[in-house]
């Protein structure tokens, strides 16, 4: 029987086409839900916190996505040169990458080693971070671009919403130690390094061969340079997340030891 006083939860359900009509969402909290075409009228929205993919948005008659990105690009000019053009565009922001998670490390080395298994508001833990960042190298660089069709390494993490696929490993509660983690990374970041190291405008404006197995990303020809664009991005978030979630620990409980 369930609890009247406990609010409703929907997991894994497809509403496509939907109709709410006088319905009280105060408190809701979404994550991972796709709202593509949504229409909203009549809408009261106070005090709303938003973080995704803004395109196409129209609010009270004004496109937003705009707006947003040159307010966020404002705020980081870092964050512009992740949009990178040509190869010599990759490379510099790969290099911005490097110094930025460097000091993002140092940070973590300064904590208490069982912070960094810590989840903040049920986000992924520091090493959980490194080990999905991982995971996108091998899918994206190693099997996508340098055609592995299996890439992968036991610490690798997927993403919380792909499927179980076999032969992929998917070992959320692996509690390897930082050290473990950051020689993985050292790996997969030299990885990316060789490939923008030898990257010529031809090759970024090519596409990919389908690797001869089937996995993740689905075994199809990609572009390059979308190949590329999803690390960067993926590097570049991911930090963002791991220094929020990081300040959340460093006032919760304060470092156990030096750096």
């Known amino acids: 029987m369930s609890d009247p006083d406990k609010p409703p939860s929907f997991h894994d ?13 105060s408190g809701a909290r979404f994550e991972q839900v796709d709202l593509s075409r949504v229409v909203m009228r009549g809408v009261e929205m106070v005090d ?8 196409n948005v129209t609010v009270n008659g004004v496109q937003i996505g705009p707006l947003i990105d040159a307010e966020l690009d404002r705020r980081d000019p870092v964050r512009a040169k ?26 973590a080395q300064g904590l208490d080693p069982e912070l960094l298994h810590a989840s903040v508001d049920g986000e992924w833990s520091f090493i959980q971070t490194l080990r999905h960042l991982a995971f996108a190298t091998d899918a994206w660089i190693r099997r996508a671009m340098l055609g592995d069709p299996s890439p992968w390494h036991p610490l690798d993490l997927p993403f919380d919403q792909m499927a179980e696929t076999p032969g992929i490993p998917w070992d959320r509660d692996a509690r390897p130690s930082l050290d473990e983690v950051l020689a993985l990374r050292a790996d997969r970041t030299a990885s990316v390094r060789r490939v923008l190291d030898d990257l010529t405008q031809e090759q970024l404006d090519s596409h990919t061969e389908p690797v001869a197995a089937p996995g993740w990303p689905q ?3 990609y572009p390059v340079r979308e190949c590329l664009q999803i690390v960067l991005n993926e590097e570049y978030m991911h930090r963002l997340y791991a220094e929020r979630d ?8 304060p470092a156990a030891r030096e750096a």
């Open 219 to 221: 075994p199809v020809a």
């Open 246 to 253: 990081l300040d959340a620990l460093t006032v919760s409980r």
């Open 82 to 107: 992740m949009r990178p053009a040509d190869p010599e565009g990759f490379r510099e922001a790969w290099r911005i990458l490097d110094r930025l998670w460097d000091g993002t490390v140092r940070r």
């Open 48 to 55: 709303v916190d938003i973080t995704g993919e803004i395109w």
């Open 13 to 25: 359900m497809r509403m496509t086409g939907a109709r709410f009509h006088v319905v009280d969402l």
